[in-house]
């Protein structure tokens, strides 16, 4: 399903074996950051329901913890381990190697250095404070330095590429790897010195990063991996074509919607309702697209670890994106917003679309550049099902009460303290489904760790150190 | 070839056109209208504003009322609709977007006792037990019965009194408190 090419100069052993230490490092530093940014989950959870926990703990109150949760998972996990993917992905892709792989791992380092110094200053109640920005400016800075260090880098492969055709999972790539650095940038600008404008560029930018960056990978993953593992190829080129310039034209305007009934001007969020509304159209054309491809080899999604995240994920893609085409609409929005079903909603996106996405993308990936088998197939089925019920439960339950949290609120003969008593019991399930992907998380980290240690193998890479310097040599 | 150079064009032209619309263009509208206002803040209230970023305040609270009409923040007693200027051009913005709490935007009319304010921040579950909000007891310094006469400290009820001491807000508190009942839209915009 590649591409075709007439002078394969580098073979797919020669491609997977200079892409595994860099590709390594990205996905294994996201897996520890996912560790992490899990640990933080469970105390903010629990924390909603046990206000009084560890509640004379400066350090970890909710309205620290909570951020900083959002953030190890943004910019670690899903960033750090998406960047890893999408360079293995586009190695193959372009059959060309991952350039500049030494700078690379230099920029990895830096990368998980900012992000421990950011947990430490929001820990330590030196927040930005602007919902997904919590990063003081100057840690986020250095992180979007390091991803335009990879950016150039997907630039070169795509300039030495022995392919003619780009796939359309190469178009979502190298939109992503240019849309994210040029947001990080213009939202660290000292420009947006008001209020509301601050505001604004807090929805634009928040938005963005779900749907002009981790989108645009979860969705080449899609176009990557549902026809690779089945051995056809995609459905249609024409709907990839209409699907991709959709996004593009669209989801860039959606950021508004965040702020319905808010003191900005109405017409701009008119804009990013029309705009979020018109996202249905490249939705409905990638799930059509994807949909027709797997029809006929479910089979194939039960047996394959891969396909069963990917076409979770696909399917909760277009379900989060139809969800949030209707949130964005005034009737819808006026209950809804400011209560938990929008909490729920950004985990649909983040988790069951691409984290689930990024899972399925390591089962594919990691054998292949380590050349090993995964350890045990029993705890694969276990780790999906673990998440995958895990965030069935939390999105039923917050999404669930939420509707209803809204209508008492929207009902001043509703005393407010009802309002929160009623969500209780749904914060505990919460809490609980949260146990249930933690357990998930755990069995991932042991498979991904018994990957790359086996006492008593020949290893099959080089001690670290003597790899970096060869990387850099190359 | 073509095909890439429209492809690339494509990506950068997408962005470029909705960061322009949707980052500057709002900037050319609002910028004027709030910054000719000459706002008089307080030291201890904009301190009072960094204390509310620092603990986190905004994941709970949201401030900004929709119009009459849009939900129940006016029937609530949360207040007219939010306008630019009220926000005292003070940074980060903190519209929020959750209300586990009420709406803050207006909490200095509806509640302008320094007292409630520090009770509420020391242990919420002292004015309501149903609260689920964080106790910011660190706010908060815990001296002997005899020290500092004059200050009696918080009126705490059986519960939650610590035999043989008092509890004093500290200036951090003093802030913070400031800057809650500060929020009051009669007083917003220009002194």
């Not at chain 1, 490092?25 to 926990?53: C, E, N, R, Y």
């Amino acid at each position: 399903m590649d591409p075709g090419s007439n002078q394969p100069s580098y073979s797919v052993s020669d491609l997977d074996r200079k892409a595994r230490f860099v590709v390594l490092f990205l996905i294994f530093s996201g897996v520890f950051w996912l560790l992490f940014g899990t640990l933080l989950a469970l105390f903010a959870s629990l924390k909603m329901h046990l206000p009084d926990w560890l509640g004379t703990a400066g350090w970890l109150t909710f309205g620290r913890v909570r951020p900083l949760h959002l953030n190890t998972m943004v910019y670690g996990w899903a960033s750090l381990t998406g960047a890893g993917v999408s360079l293995w992905m586009l190695s193959r892709l372009l059959k060309a190697p991952i350039m500049l792989r030494g700078y690379i791992v230099l920029a990895g380092v830096v990368w998980n250095i900012a992000l421990l110094l950011g947990s430490i200053q929001i820990l330590a109640g030196f927040s930005r404070g602007i919902e997904w920005l919590e990063f003081p400016v100057a840690t986020m800075v250095a992180i979007v330095l390091c991803v335009i260090i990879i950016s150039v880098s997907v630039l070169l492969m795509l300039i030495n590429r022995r392919v003619k055709q780009l796939y359309v999972s190469v178009w979502y790539l190298i939109a992503a790897f240019l849309w994210f650095p040029l947001l990080g940038l213009v939202s660290s600008l000292p420009i947006f010195d008001t209020p509301t404008v601050q505001a604004g560029m807090n929805w634009w930018y928040a938005h963005n990063a779900l749907g002009l960056w981790f989108t645009p990978v979860g969705l080449a993953a899609a176009y990557y991996f549902i026809p690779k593992v089945l051995g056809r190829p995609i459905y249609s080129y024409g709907l990839s074509l209409l699907g991709f310039w959709g996004l593009a034209l669209f989801y860039n305007w959606n950021g508004f919607h965040h702020l319905i009934g808010g003191p900005v001007p109405t017409w701009f969020v008119t804009i990013s309702i029309s705009a979020s509304v018109m996202m249905v159209i490249p939705v409905v054309v990638v799930a059509v697209n994807h949909h027709m491809t797997v029809v006929g080899s479910f089979r194939a999604v039960v047996n394959s670890p891969t396909l069963r995240f990917v076409v979770f994920a696909a399917m909760s893609y277009t379900f989060v994106s139809l969800q949030g085409a209707a949130q964005a609409l005034r009737s819808f929005n006026e209950v809804i917003h400011f209560t938990h079903f929008v909490v729920a909603h950004a985990h649909i996106g983040m988790y069951a679309f691409v984290t689930m996405m990024l899972f399925g993308a390591c089962y594919y990936i990691i054998p292949r550049v380590t050349m090993r088998e995964w350890h045990s197939k029993g705890l694969i089925k276990w780790h999906f099902w673990l998440t995958a019920i895990g965030i069935i439960i939390y999105a039923g339950a917050l999404q669930g009460i939420g509707v209803f949290q809204g209508f008492a609120m929207n009902d001043p003969e509703v005393p407010f303290t009802d309002t929160v008593t009623m969500t209780i019991p749904y914060l505990v399930a919460r809490s609980v489904s949260g146990f249930l992907m933690t357990a998930g998380h755990l069995i991932f980290a042991w498979l991904m760790f018994r990957m790359v240690y086996r006492p008593g193998e020949q290893p099959a890479s080089p001690l670290v150190w003597n790899k970096i310097r060869e990387e850099f040599a190359s | 070839m073509m095909r890439n150079t429209i492809l690339l064009f494509g990506i950068i032209a997408t962005f470029a056109i909705a960061m322009f619309g949707l980052t500057i263009l709002p900037k050319m509208f609002i910028d004027k209208a709030v910054k000719e206002p000459d706002y008089y803040t307080p030291f201890e209230v904009t301190e009072g504003h960094r204390i509310f970023v620092r603990e986190g305040c905004i994941y709970c609270h949201s401030k900004q009322v929709r119009a009459e009409g849009f939900g129940a923040d006016f029937e609530r007693g949360w207040g007219r609709a939010s306008v630019a200027t009220d926000y005292r051009n003070l940074l980060p913005h903190n519209l929020g977007t959750m209300r586990t709490g009420p709406d803050l935007a207006n909490i200095g009319a509806r509640q302008p006792g320094r007292d409630w304010h520090y009770l509420n921040l020391y242990q919420p579950r002292a004015i309501n037990e149903h609260s689920i909000m964080p106790p910011f007891s660190w706010l908060f310094e815990v001296v002997s019965e005899d020290a500092r006469p004059g200050d009696e400290g918080l009126r705490l009820p059986e519960a939650y009194r610590i035999p043989g001491m008092k509890v004093l807000p500290t200036d951090e508190a003093h802030s913070l408190v400031a800057y809650l009942i500060s929020l009051d839209q009669q007083t917003a915009g220009v002194d």
